[in-house]
């Protein structure tokens, strides 16, 4: 299963599946998080430096007070393991009503806003 990110000319970006993905999508949420799926989904950009998603909880980044799921444009990482965001981000603004995986399903798409 692989996710397609696109930027919108408003600058958020929008994170889609391909239908026949639709039943792997969904037997994943019923056993990971939105976090999770979104850093299997995207393996294909971040393992060529691009879109890293990340847990804004986690702090490492530090992107504010904040646990959205997070999409860096790229990361960069010192030998301390601190993490560095190269370029733009984007976060799931609503989070804390809407489950980002949930709502691709529902409506096909999800978008994360540009921070």
Not at 33 to 48: P, Q
Not at 62 to 69: E, H, K, M, R, Y
Request: negative net charge.
């Amino acid at each position: 299963m692989q996710l397609t990110l696109t930027p919108q000319p408003n600058g958020d970006l929008r994170a889609t599946f391909d239908e026949e993905d639709r039943a792997d999508l969904t037997a994943m949420l019923a056993e990971h998080s939105d976090l999770d799926i979104l850093i299997a989904g995207t393996e294909h950009y971040w393992t060529n430096g691009s879109y890293q998603p990340f847990d804004a909880g986690a702090g490492n980044p530090f992107v504010g007070l904040t646990s959205a799921p997070c999409i860096a444009q790229a990361m960069d990482y010192a030998d301390d393991g601190t993490a560095t965001i190269e370029g733009a981000f984007w976060y799931h603004a609503d989070y804390m009503i809407h489950n980002a995986i949930e709502t691709m399903l529902e409506q096909g798409h999800v978008d994360f806003t540009r921070a």
